[in-house]
């Protein structure tokens, strides 16, 4: 198995460019200066949008509407204290007059209201949607990540930018982006109406708004910086908590408690200063753009009220300049809000492209074979193995490994802590690839299999075993999530744990809690060896199944272990020598390397390395 193979990376193929970073950092996924995202990584959101052209296009049109509605109001103002008011002598005509107008704005008003809410009901649903889709693909994505992945990356982490990240980007999505959109077009669309109106005026207002600009982009950039910074530091505070939650025992007979407490409120204290200092900058900056345009546009009233003095325009002129006034100045107000929520959600969107764009060294098969079977069991071949794990590059895991397992042999490793027993499972499931070397299974290497016809064939038993907050039946049925109710009875009676479970309050369908924390250690490990039986490969691997029992529920594990093994080839990891003694042949390693190998009546008598450990074992 060789790492020279490579394959395009699991990442939307619209990524864009600045988005393809690496998480795998020697100092983690984040850096504490770290520049601010761009509001153009918003760019990476548009594969999630696609599918959803023709909702997007009717939020903009009735976005669109909504605008033109508002923009609408003003006119039919004036129309109505022009004409309707001053319009006619007579006072019949002028009720008349005024009833006219006054329905021309309920419509207008009625206009508005329904394209309001047109409007509010795509861009909620496209907020909801699209962040669904997006916390799938990342969540998809990251459980594709080998082994190596989270050796950089803490979980806590992971979980902040699927939970955390991905609201900020629904807020905006969902809310913002439309607010953001809506307020552009009324804005764009009352400063047009006041420079057709009042074309001398409003030239010298835009003058002067356009120095506006200069210090908001400056303030701009120190949100977008401290937007990232404040994401960050939440992201420690999960992390922190993730890693503390599931290690509460241990944290608590250590009484550790306080003390945990002190470290995560400091990163919560840490979040706070930043997210203080955040809102310190957006907040100046949205008093700076409201204040600077709303002083620039009451000059421009000023010079309007003037003119109607000099009877240069009409009161109806004055009173449309007066909302279109106030309608241009909402929308910066508006914007200037919705600017720094985009800076948030840019900074929160290029996070989760970065996971989108962390690429497994394990690459799927460019052009896979198919596994052939082999009658028995399978038969391994492990061939001058070289591998390092990427967090210890100058230690040799394995050094020059060579090992030939025949179907339906049981092969025990064993040898002191550290000596690459794990590593040769780890290997075997391609969780890592080994620098140099291949393994072969029923003759085909397995870098040219896919990953799922791989692992398919293989069956796992951890030394820790993995109990899903689910039922009795469900943990077991995990192992072939298609097998019947019948069929997994029948894998938890092979395994000696059907008695147990149906002792429990509910039997098979009893909750077992997070982690199984309702079962004892050795009905765990039954439950663990029933979904192995249940997913029924023909190659079962033992990883210290047996270690943390007592005495009891070690002869019960190893009761079901001897079923189990039947008709399959089997590699076990032992460091209770007692439990090898009757494998077919036993491995010795030491410092990556193969030092012995035989029988347990062999190895004994050679007074070697095996020899030495047995004597201290048993001699015991």
Not at 182 to 198: E, P, Y
Not at 350 to 374: G, I, K, N, Q, T
Not at 422 to 439: C, D, H, K, N, P
């Amino acid at each position: 198995m060789s790492s020279s193979a490579t394959s395009p990376a699991a990442t939307p193929a619209a990524l864009p460019s600045s988005s393809r970073a690496t998480l795998a950092a020697a100092d983690g996924p984040k850096a504490a200066a770290r520049p601010g995202a761009h509001p153009r990584s918003l760019s990476g959101l548009w594969p999630f949008l696609r599918p959803y052209r023709l909702r997007i296009g009717a939020a903009l049109l009735f976005l669109l509407l909504a605008a033109l509605a508002t923009l609408a109001f003003p006119m039919a103002l004036r129309q109505l204290v022009d004409q309707g008011l001053g319009g006619a002598s007579n006072h019949g005509e002028r009720l008349m007059a005024m009833r006219e107008h006054f329905l021309a704005l309920f419509m207008v008003g009625a206009s508005l209201g329904l394209f309001s809410a047109g409007r509010f009901y795509m861009v909620t649903w496209l907020g909801e949607r699209v962040t669904a889709d997006l916390r799938n693909a990342v969540y998809r994505h990251v459980l594709q990540q080998s082994p190596e992945f989270f050796e950089t990356t803490q979980s806590g982490e992971v979980l902040s930018r699927i939970t955390t990240d991905t609201t900020v980007v629904q807020t905006v999505v969902g809310s913002s982006l439309s607010m953001g959109l809506r307020n552009t077009v009324m804005g764009i669309g009352a400063l047009i109406m006041l420079v057709a109106t009042n074309p001398l005026v409003m030239g010298q207002v835009l003058g002067i708004l356009v120095l506006v600009v200069l210090p908001a982009l400056y303030f701009g950039r120190r949100v977008r910086k401290l937007s990232r910074a404040s994401q960050d530091r939440v992201a420690d505070t999960s992390a922190i908590a993730a890693e503390v939650l599931n290690a509460v025992p241990v944290v608590q007979s250590y009484t550790q408690e306080k003390a945990e407490a002190a470290r995560f409120a400091a990163a919560s204290e840490s979040a706070f200063d930043t997210a203080r200092k955040r809102t310190k900058v957006r907040s100046g900056l949205v008093a700076f753009i409201i204040t600077a345009t709303f002083a620039a546009l009451l000059w421009g009233l000023y010079q309007g009220t003037q003119a109607v003095l000099a009877g240069k325009i009409t009161a109806g002129h004055l009173g449309q300049t007066v909302v279109y006034v106030i309608l241009l100045v909402s929308s910066v107000a508006v914007l200037a809000e919705v600017f720094g929520d985009v800076q948030r959600a840019a900074g929160a969107t290029e996070r989760l492209m970065e996971l989108l764009a962390s690429e497994s060294p394990v690459a799927e098969a460019r052009d896979p074979l198919p596994l052939p079977s082999v009658q028995g069991g399978t038969a391994l071949s492990l061939q001058a193995l070289q591998f390092h794990y990427p967090s210890r590059p100058a230690q040799a895991a394995l050094a020059d490994f060579d090992l030939e397992i025949a179907p339906g042999e049981t092969v025990a490793l064993v040898g002191p802590s550290g000596a690459g027993k794990s590593t040769v499972f780890q290997l075997l499931l391609r969780f890592y690839e080994a620098q140099s070397g291949r393994i072969l299974l029923n003759g085909v290497p397995t870098d040219r299999l896919r990953l799922a016809d791989l692992r398919s064939a293989i069956g796992l038993v951890p030394q820790d075993s993995v109990i899903f907050s689910t039922s009795a039946m469900e943990n077991i049925r995990y192992g072939r999530p298609e097998a019947s109710d019948a069929e997994v009875m029948a894998a938890a009676k092979a395994a000696f744990a059907d008695d147990f479970i149906r002792a429990l309050p509910e039997g098979y369908a009893t909750f077992l809690g997070e982690r199984g924390v309702r079962l004892s250690g050795g009905q765990r490990q039954r439950i663990s060896i029933a979904r192995a039986m249940l997913k029924n490969p023909p190659l079962l691997l033992l990883d210290e199944a047996t270690s943390a029992l007592d005495a009891e529920s070690e002869r019960m594990v190893q009761a079901a272990l001897e079923v189990a093994m039947q008709d399959r080839t089997t590699l076990v990891i032992a460091h209770r020598l007692a439990t090898v003694q009757r494998a077919d042949r036993i491995i010795v390693m030491e410092h990556g390397r193969i030092v012995e190998q035989g029988t347990h009546a062999e190895l004994s008598a050679r007074g070697g390395l095996y020899a030495r450990l047995a004597a201290l074992q048993f001699d015991l």
